[in-house]
């Protein structure tokens, strides 16, 4: 079954520190774009970071730029994105994701995301 599996969320107190998992099962992720995208209450979900499998570039939100960290274990068949510097505005459900444009169709997987709070 192929299935991406996220952890590490939870409540932080603002400038604090988180750093979020996935692991991939089922499939290699070297050969996928994968990203980090959040969706807080009320709003609608948004892309937070990427790495393209195409040359290995990272992008990053405005809102998150010089705080959030994406990377990634191939060996591990892992990503992360790893949070400082948290702000309440970061509350989210936060959704790891896998795209792959294949014969003409593209293939989506979401993890089942994982809460992050930021409040004092």
């Known amino acids: 079954q192929l299935q991406l599996v996220e952890s590490g969320g939870g409540l932080v107190q603002p400038g604090g520190s988180l750093r979020l998992s996935c692991a991939a099962s089922?499939?290699?992720?070297?050969?996928?774009?994968i990203g980090w995208f959040r969706q807080a209450p009320g709003k609608e979900r948004e892309g937070v970071s990427c790495?393209?499998?195409?040359?290995?570039?990272?992008n990053y939100a405005d809102s998150v730029k010089g705080r959030f960290t994406m990377s990634r274990d191939n060996a591990k068949n892992t990503f992360y994105l790893q949070m400082n510097s948290l702000k309440p505005g970061d509350t989210a459900v936060y959704y790891c994701?896998?795209?792959?444009?294949?014969?003409?169709?593209?293939?989506?997987?979401w993890g089942q995301g994982t809460q992050v709070t930021v409040s004092s």
């Open positions: 994701n896998a795209r792959q444009f294949k014969l003409l169709k593209w293939y989506d997987y």
């Open positions: 089922g499939f290699t992720l070297n050969y996928w774009h």
């Open positions: 790495i393209s499998s195409s040359d290995g570039s990272t």
